[in-house]
T-cell receptor
Framework: GENVEQHPSTLSVQEGDSAVIKCTYS??????FPWYKQELGKRPQLIID?????GEKKDQRIAVTLNKTAKHFSLHITETQPEDSAVYFC?????????????FGAGTQVVVTP | AAGVIQSPRHLIKEKRETATLKCYPI?????VYWYQQGPGQDPQFLIS???????DKGSIPDRFSAQQFSDYHSELNMSSLELGDSALYFC?????????????FGQGTRLTVV
């Protein structure tokens, strides 16, 4: 099955700086890569996703890049704010699976200090 | 906008008891997924249903079962509860045919087994 690795496990940034989280996946057939933000005790919330026919996608301060050859994808958050502090999960899904059957990475705890 | 509704939000059970968790998907969503998230862990896929039929199975213990009903709500039944079953249980839903592909998570049920 699919295996997703995520780095770093923790990330501390100063407010206004950029944050980058990287993930790699094992199954080259995976074609859907969402990113979820989860605050303590709350639900994972989809913040951005990318499909394998696209190399980059941006939504305001958040961008995701995908390198299919290297089987890795990254989340970029610019101009970080304290409310960006949370755990971020990357995930991958195979085309034979429904989009909600996700293999998650282990998560990155992001702390934005004012 | 309507979201995925889970009940109860919190549940305390003793070892060897049974528990039933309920999930009401977003209207017009036809696929439901169940995830288990232990403390400090990433969500682990348990099982999914599409159009009331089991569509996929993950790391769901034999002590657990689930089903999707004619109104598309789903129930996760957990028997012979163990201390290790204490976790957040999330339900997610997506619409394959009508409203898009991404999965949206409910607020979760926090199960504590004592």
């Amino acid at each position: 099955g699919e295996n997703v690795e995520q780095h770093p496990s923790t990330l501390s940034v100063q407010e206004g700086d950029s944050a980058v989280i990287k993930c790699t996946y094992s199954d080259s057939a995976s074609n859907y890569f969402p990113w979820y933000k989860q605050e303590l005790g709350k639900r994972p919330q989809l913040i951005i996703d990318i499909r394998s026919n696209v190399g980059e996608k941006k939504d305001q301060r958040i961008a995701v890049t995908l390198n299919k050859t290297a089987k890795h994808f990254s989340l970029h958050i610019t101009e970080t704010q304290p409310e960006d502090s949370a755990v971020y999960f990357c995930a991958a899904s195979l085309p034979t699976d429904s989009w909600g059957k996700l293999q998650f990475g282990a998560g990155t705890q992001v702390v934005v200090t004012p | 906008a309507a979201g995925v509704i889970q009940s109860p939000r919190h549940l305390i059970k003793e070892k060897r008891e049974t528990a039933t968790l309920k999930c009401y998907p977003i209207p017009r969503h036809d696929t439901v997924y169940w995830y288990q998230q232990g403390p400090g862990q990433d969500p682990q896929f348990l099982i999914s249903f599409y159009e009331k039929m089991q569509s996929d199975k993950g790391s769901i213990p034999d002590r657990f079962s689930a089903q999707q009903f004619s109104d598309y709500h789903s129930e996760l039944n957990m028997s012979s509860l163990e201390l290790g079953d204490s976790a957040l249980y999330f339900c997610a839903s997506s619409g394959r045919q009508v409203v898009g592909t991404e999965a949206f998570f409910g607020q979760g049920t926090r199960l504590t087994v004592v």
